[in-house]
């Protein structure tokens, strides 16, 4: 009964112990002195990702035959291996706004700071579009994600729901606490949005990024196609979260709140 009554003790202290260091990691991030390094992380990393997502298709217009379709989907899971590993620390590395509605439903992130997180998402695909258009002209469709051939927007809706219900899973498996696996996350996520693009794109674009989207779709102005792109990556990365809680429970473990957030303001929080 003594061993029994201790480690109940000791169980109710670490989870007590737990609870403020995720307090203390909350209000760290919550420092505002700290969110323009964030945003501009943000910015800089999509601009790097839509730079190569789009671009594929702009430079092989340009230049004929100079991009395959392998080589343009495993391209933009490079670019997010290279930018997790360069600047996650600094916010977690979104880079997708139906990426961070998915954290903070999963009570990873803040809801307050999703709305900044988007906007910074879609001013780096819209200034990498620009770029392109500048460089380039108006060519290759500006690389922009539209339904296959004989393919309907609601079939290209359900194939983009599906591929980011498995990119969401990949994500949050890999920054949780049962399963957290530090760098090779990157790896993981990379890996799984060649993998999808690989026989994805030719039904949808394996776009899976409501921002990715968006700057092809605003340099030439038609968001015909648009609402495919936005429907079908939030449901899938809310429903990427239904299946984290189904296989992991509650989310707000310190791992992933590290994932999420960044370690800005964090920097002494390592990993146990």
């Known amino acids: 009964m003594g061993r029994l009554s201790a480690l109940k003790e000791r169980d109710g202290s670490s989870d007590e112990s737990r609870a403020e260091q995720s307090r203390i990691m909350r209000r760290n991030f919550a ?20 730079l190569v997502a789009a671009g594929a298709g702009v430079v092989n217009a340009v230049v004929p035959g100079s991009v395959g379709r392998d080589a343009a989907v495993v391209a933009p899971g490079l670019m997010v291996m290279a930018i997790i590993l360069f600047m996650g620390a600094v916010s977690g590395a979104h880079l997708n706004p139906a990426v961070s509605i998915g954290f903070a ?48 927007d609601l079939q290209a809706l359900m194939i983009e729901l599906v591929l980011t219900l498995g990119l969401m899973s990949v ?50 102005l038609n968001f015909s196609h648009y609402w495919v792109y936005v429907v079908g990556p939030v449901a899938g990365a809310l429903l990427g979260v239904g299946a984290a809680y189904i296989l992991r429970g509650p989310g707000g473990d310190k791992p992933a709140i590290l994932a999420a957030q960044g370690r800005l303001g964090n920097e002494s929080d390592d990993m146990e």
Request: with cysteine.
């Open 31 to 50: 420092n505002s002195n700290l969110e323009w390094r964030r945003l501009f992380a943000e910015v800089f990393g999509t601009f790097f990702l839509v």
């Open 105 to 152: 439903a999963r009570g990873d992130f803040p809801w307050r700071r999703v709305p900044g997180y988007i906007a910074a998402q879609i001013l780096g695909a819209t200034l990498a579009c620009v770029f392109l258009w500048l460089m380039f002209g108006s060519v290759g469709m500006m690389g922009a994600t539209v339904p296959g051939p004989n393919i309907s």
């Open 171 to 220: 994500i949050l498996g890999t920054a949780s606490k049962a399963q957290n696996v530090g760098p090779l996350a990157a790896l993981a996520v990379g890996g799984y949005i060649a993998l999808a693009g690989l026989w994805g794109s030719a039904v949808s674009g394996a776009s899976m990024n409501p921002a990715r989207s968006f700057g092809p779709d605003l340099v030439l």
